[in-house]
Nanobody, 117 residues
Framework: QVQLVESGGGLVQTGGSLRLSCAASISVVGMNSMAWYRQAPGKQREFVASITTGGASSYADSVKGRFTISTDNAKNTVNLQMNSLKPEDTAVYYC???????????WGQGTQVTVSS
């Protein structure tokens, strides 16, 4: 069982920045990949960014050039640096870990990000 705890959400003005962190209960090196998703009110959960243990990253078109995903293997965390935030980035952000073996997904409880206009 993998436990994930997100932090770093909050209220920020348009154009501002936030840094989300997701602390994993086991080594992120042992994971196949880590990712961030988000869910806005009344909408389905959507992919934001992912990173493999090899360091390959992927981003949704809507956040490319503004968000950066990274891992801190020493702290077993995956981070999401969010710059130039827009009101449409407002959502609950969730961390997901996918195991190497059987590709099982684990989710965190989410952290709220609100961008005011």
């Amino acid at each position: 069982q993998v436990q994930l705890v997100e932090s770093g959400g909050g209220l920020v003005q348009t154009g501002g920045s936030l840094r989300l962190s997701c602390a994993a209960s086991i080594s992120v090196v042992g994971m196949n990949s880590m990712a961030w998703y988000r869910q806005a009110p009344g909408k389905q959960r959507e992919f934001v960014a992912s990173i493999t243990t090899g360091g390959a990253s992927s981003y949704a078109d809507s956040v490319k050039g503004r968000f950066t995903i990274s891992t801190d293997n020493a702290k077993n965390t995956v981070n999401l640096q969010m710059n130039s935030l827009k009101p449409e980035d407002t959502a609950v952000y969730y961390c997901k870990a996918t195991t190497r073996w059987l590709r099982v997904d684990y989710w965190g409880q989410g952290t709220q990000v609100t961008v005011s206009s």
